[in-house]
């Protein structure tokens, strides 16, 4: 059983900053691409940014500059610094990862619970 356990959401006044972290746990064998979406209310979804296991990154436009995304591959962690945030910045935030489980070929989406980011103007 895998599980994505994400912290760091928080409310924030515009212009400041927050660390989201989000960790996999269970019988993992490997992780694979993990990232970051978000949905603000009446909104899909989206992509912020997404790190490959060997560390390539790939950033929404509206994020650009202000967000970066890192891994610890050692503790199957992913991180999301966002600095400079902006009230359109406002979402639930949620960890997504593709990770090969212990007695599985290839490889599994999971999401986590998601966590608050309010930022205020």
């Known amino acids: 059983q895998v599980q994505l356990v994400e912290s760091g959401g928080d409310l924030v006044q515009a212009g400041g900053s927050l660390r989201l972290s989000c960790a996999a746990s269970g019988t993992i064998v490997r992780a694979n691409n993990m990232g970051w979406y978000r949905q603000a209310p009446g909104k899909q979804r989206g992509l912020v940014a997404i790190i490959s296991s060997s560390g390539n990154t790939n950033y929404a436009d509206s994020v650009k500059g202000r967000f970066t995304i890192s891994r610890d591959n050692a503790k199957n962690t992913v991180y999301l610094q966002m600095n400079s945030l902006k009230p359109e910045d406002t979402a639930v935030y949620y960890c997504?990862?593709?990770?090969?489980?212990?007695?599985?070929?290839?490889?599994?989406?999971?999401w986590g619970q998601g966590t608050q980011v309010t930022v205020s103007s």
């Open positions: 997504n990862a593709w990770i090969t489980p212990r007695g599985v070929i290839g490889t599994v989406n999971y």
